[in-house]
Nanobody
Framework: QVQLVESGGGLVQAGGSLRLSCAAS????????MAWFRQAPGKEREFVAA????????LYTDSVKGRFTISRDNAKNTVYLQMNSLKPEDAAVYYC????????????????WGQGTQVTVSS
């Protein structure tokens, strides 16, 4: 069983930056792909970014390419999402997710989820 806890959310002005963290406990993340999803009020949860166990391969949704960077520190059992040039449309609850094996963009593929962290972007 893997427990995931997100942190780092908050209020930021448009154009600003935040770094989200997702700390895993319960077992090592060896062999796990990790991802970030987000859900804005009144909208479905959507894929943001994913990273393979090795950290070499990553995926991003088009709207965040060039602005967000996903990374991981396997020694610390932690995954990060660096968010730059934030826009009001990035405001959402951000969730960390994990699964054994390959990374996917579909949320149904992920087995473990954190409780989420709120990101608010003021215009």
């Amino acid at each position: 069983q893997v427990q995931l806890v997100e942190s780092g959310g908050g209020l930021v002005q448009a154009g600003g930056s935040l770094r989200l963290s997702c700390a895993a406990s319960g077992r090592t993340l060896s062999g796990y792909a990790m991802a970030w999803f987000r859900q804005a009020p009144g909208k479905e949860r959507e894929f943001v970014a994913a990273i393979a166990w090795s950290g070499v391969n990553t995926l991003y949704t088009d709207s965040v390419k060039g602005r967000f960077t996903i990374s991981r520190d396997n020694a610390k059992n932690t995954v990060y999402l660096q968010m730059n040039s934030l826009k009001p449309e990035d405001a959402a609850v951000y969730y960390c997710a994990a699964r054994v094996g390959f990374m996917y963009t579909a949320e149904l593929k992920y087995d473990y989820w954190g409780q989420g962290t709120q990101v608010t972007v003021s215009s």
